[in-house]
């Protein structure tokens, strides 16, 4: 888990840097209040010893996780409601999609889009660079 400047830990985010849609849908989260208060890992630009233990870049690469602030590797539809509630906005979703029923029609609903998710990127129009503000190879944003 990566900890700021402060020593206080934080959620960290590992997504598919080279994916057109999940890039905009990070750029989506990264513009929202409180999201300065999250890691942001592009899995393309790091390698396997910036992983945290348990996960492979194929993996992180394939499917969406977060290690939250106890330092619990998640994946899926639950990585998405730990990042919602990171986020004062949709804190809401993310408390809502922890009730039983809903946490499992998210995963499912999740299951269902992942194997879309390649005809989707090809339809998604390549995203212009974006200067890169990391110090450690967009390890995080702060």
Known sequence: MIQDDFGSKAD?????????????????????????????????????????????????????????????????????????LSLPAFRWAGRFFQINFFAFLLEAMYKIFLPCRPLLQRFMPKLPKQPDNDSQNCETDR
């Open 12 to 84: 960290t985010v590992y997504f598919d840097g080279q994916c057109p849609l999940c890039t905009r849908e990070i750029q989506f989260y990264r513009r929202q209040r409180g999201a300065e208060n999250v890691n942001w890992v592009d899995v393309a630009k790091v390698g396997k010893l910036d992983l945290p233990v348990g996960l492979t870049q194929e993996d992180a690469l394939a499917r969406f996780h977060i290690v939250n602030v106890k330092g619990q590797l998640i994946s899926g539809g639950e990585a998405f409601s730990a990042l919602w």
